[in-house]
């Protein structure tokens, strides 16, 4: 049973437009979440995060979004570029209780088409 | 600065074999922790670290087995390799509880 879920595998942006790809959890005890960006034959580096205390996080072109009673977060990108074409990953945690409970999500793989 | 480093990059193993991947990192962070991931699946810990001799497990645990003598080095050993370890293994630290993650850049390892 996943308790992050992206469920989009696989999204195609132009150049220019804004990527936005989407991230649910069923866990209501979560109340940190993270976005992990990762290219291939690299490990996943840190993008940007959100506690649960704010509704929107934003850092130069990447903006995320968290809607709790919907228990639902999107990663906003623009404008998109051809550098940003990597596999993003939500993870969620409850930071309340330890680090063993970080939750990652499948991954979305984004493409921006020149 | 390295960051975390990572070794090998790549491995086949045959059923029953053993190996260790090593981990080292130049970063000082007490946390540190072992991911696979499978495709289309997101990474699951493995097992984790909070401080030299202090190790514990994460989700999937069966199979494996760690130690934590220094700071720096935390080894993932696989003793009886089976085709269901075939996945790709992540390093990763972090400064403390819940804080982001750096990931090393991974071992591809397959078990035929």
């Known amino acids: 049973d996943q308790q992050v879920k992206q469920n989009s595998p696989s999204l195609s942006v132009q150049e220019g437009r804004i990527s936005i790809l989407n991230c649910d959890y069923t866990?209501?005890?979560?109340?940190?979440f993270l976005w992990y960006k990762k290219y291939p034959a690299e490990g996943p580096t840190f993008l940007i995060s959100?506690?649960?205390?704010?509704d929107k996080n934003e850092d130069g072109r990447f903006t995320v979004f968290l809607n709790k009673s919907a228990k639902h977060l999107s990663l906003h990108i623009v404008p998109s570029q051809p550098g940003d074409s990597a596999v993003y990953f939500c993870?969620?945690?409850?930071?309340?209780?330890?680090?063993?409970?970080?939750?990652f999500g499948p991954g979305t793989s984004l493409s921006v088409i020149p | 600065n390295a960051g975390v480093t990572q070794t090998p990059k790549f491995r086949i193993l045959k059923i029953g074999q053993s190996m260790t991947l090593q981990c080292t990192q130049d970063?000082?962070?007490?946390?540190m922790y072992w991911y696979r991931q499978d495709p289309g699946m997101g990474l699951k810990l493995i097992y984790y670290?909070?401080?030299?001799?202090?190790?514990d497990k994460g989700e999937v645990p069966n199979g494996y087995n760690v130690s934590r003598s220094t700071t720096e080095d935390f080894p993932l050993r696989l003793e009886l390799a089976a085709p269901s370890q075939t996945s790709v293994y992540f390093c990763?630290?972090?400064?403390?509880?819940?804080?982001?993650?750096?990931f090393g850049s991974g071992t591809q390892l397959s078990v035929l």
């Open positions: 990763a630290t972090s400064r403390g509880s819940n804080e982001k993650l750096f």
């Open positions: 866990n209501s005890m979560f109340d940190y």
């Open positions: 959100i506690s649960s205390i704010k």
């Open positions: 993870a969620a945690s409850d930071m309340k209780t330890s680090y063993d409970k970080v939750i």
């Open positions: 970063m000082n962070h007490n946390y």
């Open positions: 670290s909070v401080g030299a001799g202090i190790t």
